[in-house]
Structure formats: structure tokens, C-alpha cells
């Protein structure tokens, strides 16, 4: 291999590819699905209330009201010194509901002398005011010592990490950018990267590259600009989208083998194909068999489906993507699904070399 | 258009000669290429002399180009050696590319860049100094056209482009795939301009051609290609005294002509005897012709 071959070759790739609208298409359309879904499926918030608290004395109420909320709803604690001031920022619209804390609050609850706690709500209806009141029973009760008359249990009528519990754990923006992110990376290695190499030998500019440098040398070049491509994209995907994974090197590395395994797919249509022309008609074969699993783990399919999807290295991809971006074991199985992408990784290198070998000869 | 800049120096890193003084640029013994029950080259053999411009003449599937694909080392013989510079295609193709460089009969640019993009994606990959792109286009009379994209050229200026691109390492062995393919008169002459100019600089040119008259023009020596096999190999002037029909075209008296074959008693005898009867107005004789030669080693026209 000669490195100043692969970079020259790598860098005129670079700089005409924004002379060619084909594979402009190709990296923006799925950074502008990325861009759509930002825009018409906002993420689902948790309700947040903001509660100003006037009390002259320590209380323990507002972290027994979070104890309460649970992660249900933000709550939020403006405490002020004065009753004037609770009014103040609710009337201000700064807090969704106030609390005047008389003094000695907590000892007045805990010796049940029933002291006066004020609810300060604002005109009009306020779910926040709505929610706190309500709460504010049970809290007491707890401060006070109380049991509840009966322990209410909340269960998610679906059985955890299906599929839909998935959706709705991540939301459904979340879930389609991840989609996305694997188009991409399908059309960066199985369009984009065929397109810069079988148009070198199809209108034998590769004859003058191979006047001084090798077949390698040429493949290596077109496999780093597809690698320069996901290194700039797939990071401004998830910029763009606002996406964070939680578990970083899972998910790097789910995108790593993924990228890893398409290029194989890429370089041996390539081999395959003597033309552009060809390249269009059959590349979408590839995509599709990537791609569409995808959206399958989303589905509560019959089981024997979900096992031929469990087969495609695009459906194992998306699960350790959904793994590692939310930072939880939502499908497991992470040794069988980088298991499923690196066989399909050895099934394509072995039969693109056994394609180059016969082209050779 | 532009007019092309003549090549009057040439200045080319010395390269220490890889066997005894004055070995031949090219030699090729018993080459064979198959391509499963083909024989497309059938156990050729020549050298080319440093500086000499070699034609090879041939019909479409004659092995013309699949000869100049092993000895640009982008094909693999079946069995035979080729050397270019004292070096083995097969063997040391890292020695040879540097010192070769190839024209192809496909106007094989990228279409979207310029020519001076073109040039200096080419000079980057040889590791060729940038300032020469400039010195390249001026050579090939391109300097104006240079930041145009290339596929507004026309077809001759992209065969000049390409000249310009086989130049930018400096080649000691320059190879031509019919060079002035489906160019106009004016561009085809401008070509063999520039392959002339190149020779006086010390390069050696290997040709391959459908056109006689241009072998004719520009060869030191050609060799006639027919099914793989080398048919014939010497100097045009050697091969049309050798197969060539020389002719004279004779005006008479009256206003009629006729056309004599030189060689041929008859003729002669006929001739002596309108010259006796003073009936002969002009005669102008005429050279046998490569295509001549090519006819009678084998059997069509190319």
C-alpha cells in the first residue's frame, strides 16, 4: 500500500463529491430526516410544576412531596421568606403553586395539632396547583406518621422490554433518529462508496490510478472516504437530533462493526457490478435488507419473524443502538447481535476477496 | 485554439541504466496472453530502442492493446517476459510505473474536475512537484482552457489533457492507445506534433494505430499485429520497398493516364515503348503505402 497514493485519492474523492448531486442526495437525505423529526415529533416531556415555599423554619415537606411525585413529574422548589412573596411569584407566573409554612410546621404535624398550611394557586386552572393539593394529603399523613388506609400499586399494563415498551420508554423521535442513523450509515457504505468506485472502473479513470498505484491502494482510498463520511456524519446525525448516548462505547461500538460490515456489503456490489446504471438498479436490494429490520424490532411481530429479523445485521444493530443510547439492557443479547453483524462481516469480506482473486486472474 | 508549445528541453532525473550500456528500453520475448481458450498475444517478441518510437499496427482484437496492458504491467502474461527498463512487468511493476506513463484510447478524465484539477490530482499522485501542472498545460497549448471543467472540452483538447497527464512524471517510456482516435484532421496533427516533440526529448514511444499514414509519419520502426502474432517488424521505408507495390501514374499525349506497377516486367517493357513513341506527357511515381503492406502480409485493410 502507498500512502500518499491513498490520501491523494482520497482527498480528489472528497472534493468532487460536491460536484456530484448523487451522492450529495444520498449523505444529506438522512440528515434531513433527522432534521424533520426534530421538527414534527418533539420528545414527550415529564409535566414539571415549580413550587415556591415560604416557611421561616426548616421543613422536610418538599422532599417528602418529591418522594411522592416519583418520576412521574420535575418538581421544582423556589423557597422565598415571606407569604407576600410565595403570593408574589405565583401571581408572577414564576411558580405554578405557592406554600405558606407556618412556623414550627414539621414538630406542629408530627404532634398532631392539625397547624394551617395555605395553598396559594393562581386564577384560572393550574394542573400543577391541581396536583400538589392533591399530594399534599398523603405527604402529611407520611410527616405525621400515618399509614395510608391501602398501598396503591402502578403496573404498566405491557409486559417490560417488548418492543412497544421500547418505543414508548424512548419515544418515538428517539427511535426513528436511531432508524435513521443506521440509513445512513447504509448509504454512505452501500450507495455512496459503490458509486466512487465502480465509476472509476467504469469509465477507466481506475486504469491511470493503477498507472502507479495498486487495486488496493484504489479500494483502500474509496473505503476511507466511506469512513471519512460516517465519521463526520453519524456524529452530526446525532448532534443535530440532540441525541446523547448514555453508554458511549457500546454504542460507538455498535456503529463501528455496523459501518465495518455495510463496507464489506458496499465493496462487493461494487465487484459485482460493471456500472453505475447496475450499481442503482440492484443497490437497493442491500439497502432494504438493512434497513427495513430496523423498524421490525418496533413491531410485535409472530415470533418466528422476529427470529428471521433476529438474522439481519441491520435488526441487532438497532438493538445495541437502543442499548446503548438509553444505557439499559432494554433486549440484551449483545455477544449474539455483534455475533450476528461479525458473521455477516466474514460471509461478504470472504466472497469480495473470492471476487477480486477470479477479477484478478 | 491555443497553439501547442514545442518541447525543446526536457529535464528528467538521470536514471543509472539497469543492465549493459544501451540495452533496449523495451524487450519482449515470446509473450502469450489467454483469456481461457483466446490467445489474444500469441508469443510476440521485440525490443524497443531507448528514444525510438514503436508503432504497432493491427486490427481491433489484433492484441494491440492487450500487448500494452502487460507492458504497463496492468495485465499478467500467460507465459513469455516483458522488460521495460531492464525491469520485469511481472515482477518489479513498482520499478516500472514510475518510469512509465500511459495514453489511453478511452478519454478516461474526470469529467467533473478541470484540466488543472485533473493535472494536480495526477501530479500528487506521482509526488510530482504542483508547479509543473502549469508548465504541462502550456505544452499542450491548454493554459486558457485550464480552469474549465473537462466535460466542456472538446474531443481534442481532452486527448491533449491527456498527453499532459501521461507527462507529469516525466516517462522514460511513453505509451499511445490510438492517440488521435476520432479526432479532426487539425487535432490529429497537433497530437503527432507533440509524440514527435516528445522523441526529440529522448522519450521512448510505444504506438499502437489504426492509421498507416500516421505510423507511416511518426514511427522509427512498426510492427503489423494479426491474430497475436507479429506479421511483419522493420522500418516503414524497409517494409514498403519489401511488400509495397510501387506505381507511376502516366499522362499521354491525348489526355489519358493509366497507372504502372513498377516492379512488374510488363509494365516496364510498355513503358519503354511509349516513351520510344514520345506519347508520354508526366509520369509521377508513387511509394507503396503501409496499407499496402498490411494487405499483402494480411490479406484486408485495417
Known amino acids: 500500500m502507498h500512502l500518499r497514493i491513498i490520501l491523494a485519492i482520497a482527498l480528489k474523492d472528497l472534493k468532487d463529491a460536491v460536484r456530484d448531486g448523487r451522492i450529495l442526495m444520498a449523505l444529506f437525505m438522512p440528515l434531513g430526516f433527522g432534521l424533520i423529526y426534530n421538527v414534527a415529533m418533539p420528545d414527550v416531556q415529564k409535566p414539571s410544576i415549580t413550587v415556591a415555599i415560604g416557611a421561616t423554619d426548616p421543613t422536610v415537606l418538599p422532599i417528602v412531596l418529591r418522594t411522592i411525585a416519583g418520576s412521574a413529574v420535575n418538581l421544582k422548589f423556589n423557597t422565598v421568606q415571606s407569604a407576600a412573596l410565595v403570593r408574589a411569584q405565583v401571581e408572577a407566573k414564576k411558580a405554578d403553586v405557592g406554600l405558606v409554612i407556618p412556623a414550627g410546621f414539621d414538630a406542629a404535624v408530627a404532634a398532631g395539632s392539625a397547624p394551617t398550611l395555605v395553598v396559594v394557586r393562581p386564577t384560572g386552572i393550574s394542573t400543577g396547583a391541581i396536583y400538589i393539593a392533591s399530594a399534599l394529603d398523603g405527604a402529611l399523613r407520611s410527616m405525621a406518621g400515618q399509614h395510608a388506609p391501602a398501598v396503591i400499586a402502578t403496573e404498566t399494563a405491557q409486559p417490560a422490554h417488548d418492543a412497544v415498551s421500547v418505543i414508548s420508554n424512548l419515544g418515538s423521535r428517539k427511535f426513528l433518529v436511531l432508524g435513521t442513523l443506521i440509513l445512513l450509515i447504509a448509504m454512505i457504505a452501500i450507495y455512496v462508496l459503490p458509486i466512487i468506485l465502480t465509476e472509476e472502473f467504469e469509465k477507466k479513470t481506475a486504469d491511470a490510478l493503477l498507472m502507479i498505484g495498486t487495486q488496493l491502494d484504489v479500494v483502500t482510498a474509496k473505503v476511507s472516504v466511506g469512513l471519512i463520511y460516517l465519521a463526520v456524519s453519524v456524529p452530526l446525525l446525532l448532534l443535530m437530533t440532540r441525541m446523547a448516548p448514555a453508554n458511549v462505547p457500546l454504542f460507538a461500538a455498535a456503529v463501528v462493526v455496523l459501518s465495518v460490515t455495510l463496507i464489506g456489503v458496499g465493496l462487493l456490489l461494487a465487484s459485482l457490478v460493471r456500472s453505475v446504471s447496475q450499481l442503482n438498479t440492484w443497490s437497493s436490494i442491500p439497502l432494504l435488507v438493512v434497513v427495513l429490520p430496523v423498524f421490525f424490532v418496533a413491531l410485535n411481530l409472530p415470533s418466528w419473524v422476529q427470529t428471521a429479523m433476529a438474522a439481519m445485521p441491520g435488526s441487532q444493530a438497532m438493538r445495541l443502538l437502543v442499548d446503548g443510547f438509553t444505557g439499559q439492557a432494554m433486549y440484551g443479547g449483545w455477544m449474539l447481535a455483534f455475533g450476528v453483524m461479525a458473521a455477516w462481516a466474514g460471509i461478504t469480506y470472504a466472497l469480495l476477496i473470492r471476487t477480486l482473486s477470479h477479477r484478478v486472474a | ?302
Not at chain 2, 485533473?118 to 504541462?136: I, K
Not at chain 2, 493554459?143 to 507529469?168: D, F, H, N, P
Not at chain 2, 494479426?226 to 517494409?239: F, M, N, Q, S, Y
Open chain 2, 1 to 302: 485554439m491555443a497553439t501547442m508549445a514545442v518541447i525543446t528541453e526536457w529535464t528528467r532525473p538521470a536514471v543509472p541504466a539497469p543492465r549493459e550500456a544501451a540495452p533496449p528500453m523495451i524487450a519482449v520475448d515470446g509473450l502469450i496472453k489467454r483469456y481461457g481458450q483466446v490467445k489474444a498475444v500469441d508469443g510476440i517478441s521485440f525490443t524497443v530502442a531507448r528514444g525510438e518510437i514503436f508503432s504497432l499496427l493491427g486490427h481491433n482484437g489484433a492484441g494491440k492493446t492487450t500487448t500494452i496492458r502487460m507492458l504497463t504491467c496492468q495485465t499478467r502474461p500467460t507465459s513469455g517476459t516483458a522488460e521495460v527498463g531492464g525491469f520485469n512487468c511481472v515482477e518489479q511493476p513498482e520499478r516500472i510505473k514510475p518510469r512509465i506513463n500511459l495514453v489511453s484510447q478511452n478519454q478516461n478524465l474526470y469529467e467533473r474536475m478541470s484540466g488543472r484539477e485533473n493535472l494536480a490530482f495526477f501530479a500528487s499522485l506521482y509526488g510530482t512537484p504542483p508547479a509543473r501542472v502549469a508548465e504541462l498545460m502550456r505544452i499542450v497549448g491548454m493554459t486558457e482552457a485550464a480552469g474549465r471543467r473537462v466535460k466542456t472540452y472538446s474531443g481534442g483538447m481532452k486527448q491533449r489533457l491527456l498527453i499532459a497527464r501521461a507527462l507529469v512524471n516525466q516517462p522514460e517510456v511513453l505509451f499511445l492507445d490510438e492517440p488521435t482516435a476520432g479526432l479532426d484532421p487539425a487535432s490529429a496533427k497537433e497530437v503527432r506534433t507533440l509524440i514527435k516533440d516528445l522523441s526529440r526529448t529522448g522519450t521512448t514511444v510505444f504506438l499502437t494505430t489504426h492509421y498507416m499514414e500516421e505510423a507511416d509519419q511518426l514511427s522509427d520502426r512498426v510492427a503489423f499485429l494479426a491474430h497475436g502474432k507479429i506479421i511483419a517488424l522493420d522500418t516503414p521505408r524497409e517494409l514498403k520497398l519489401r511488400f509495397g507495390h510501387p506505381t507511376a501514374k502516366v499522362l499521354f499525349d491525348d489526355r489519358s493516364e493509366t497507372t504502372i506497377t513498377l516492379a512488374s516486367s510488363d509494365d516496364a517493357t510498355r513503358m519503354a515503348s511509349w516513351m520510344r513513341d514520345a506519347k508520354v506527357l508526366t509520369v509521377h511515381s508513387q511509394e507503396g503505402t503501409l496499407e499496402d503492406v498490411f494487405i499483402a502480409l494480411a490479406g484486408r485493410a485495417l
